[in-house]
T-cell receptor, first 113, second 114 residues
Framework: GNSVTQMEGPVTLSEEAFLTINCTYT??????LFWYVQYPGEGLQLLLK?????DKGSNKGFEATYRKETTSFHLEKGSVQVSDSAVYFC????????????FGAGTTVTVRA | DVKVTQSSRYLVKRTGEKVFLECVQD?????MFWYRQDPGLGLRLIYF???????EKGDIPEGYSVSREKKERFSLILESASTNQTSMYLC?????????????FGPGTRLLVL
């Protein structure tokens, strides 16, 4: 079946550190891939997405590249801030699954000043 | 901006009670979704709806039902709440279906069943 695997957290970083959150997927077909972010006390919001192989999604200094050969969509940011503290979810959507989102377990990131 | 609102942020209920969770979106979206969020499990889809009066089971529909009488409103119903339904419940909506559709989420309702 279709599934998303994220690196386990929690992740704790200092401000201006480099952040990577690994995400790999298993899918029967060619999914679209998403990163959603959940700030404390809020619902999820879309951070970035990529709909085909080699696409790069980017937003708010975050980037992720759709790698079909490694079935991965790792999230990166070069210099994190305290305001980036949140839970990050990798997700996929697939025609064969009626376009329903499948989420990873989430990675909690805490950035310390 | 798309706005998805949920009727309660926090709710405490007793085992066996009937529980209603309400969700409203203000952008005339066709699709609405109910998820539950549990630590280590991410989000799991309970039910979704592509149109008024239409509903489809998600991955974990047992113990839940839904109602969509109006386009903007999607209700999740726990017919007889149980302690294993203690969770964070998130509602979402999207304009259409497809590989590029973004889902917009509400702030969540944290339900505690005693």
């Amino acid at each position: 079946g279709n599934s998303v695997t994220q690196m386990e957290g929690p992740v704790t970083l200092s401000e201006e550190a480099f952040l990577t959150i690994n995400c790999t997927y298993t899918a029967t077909g060619y999914p679209s891939l998403f990163w959603y972010v959940q700030y404390p006390g809020e619902g999820l919001q879309l951070l970035l997405k990529a709909t085909k192989a080699d696409d790069k999604g980017s937003n708010k200094g975050f980037e992720a590249t759709y790698r079909k050969e490694t079935t991965s969509f790792h999230l990166e940011k070069g210099s994190v801030q305290v305001s980036d503290s949140a839970v990050y979810f990798c997700a996929l959507i697939l025609l064969s699954n009626d376009y329903k989102l499948s989420f990873g377990a989430g990675t909690t990131v805490t950035v310390r000043a | 901006d798309v706005k998805v609102t949920q009727s309660s942020r926090y709710l405490v209920k007793r085992t066996g009670e009937k529980v209603f969770l309400e969700c409203v979106q203000d952008m005339d979206h066709e699709n609405m979704f109910w998820y539950r969020q549990d630590p280590g499990l991410g989000l799991r889809l309970i039910y979704f709806s592509y149109d008024v009066k239409m509903k489809e089971k998600g991955d974990i529909p047992e113990g839940y039902s839904v109602s969509r009488e109006k386009k903007e409103r999607f209700s999740l119903i726990l017919e007889s709440a149980s302690t294993n339904q203690t969770s964070m419940y998130l509602c979402a909506s999207s304009l259409g279906t497809g590989a590029q559709e973004t889902q917009y989420f509400g702030p969540g309702t944290r339900l505690l069943v005693l």
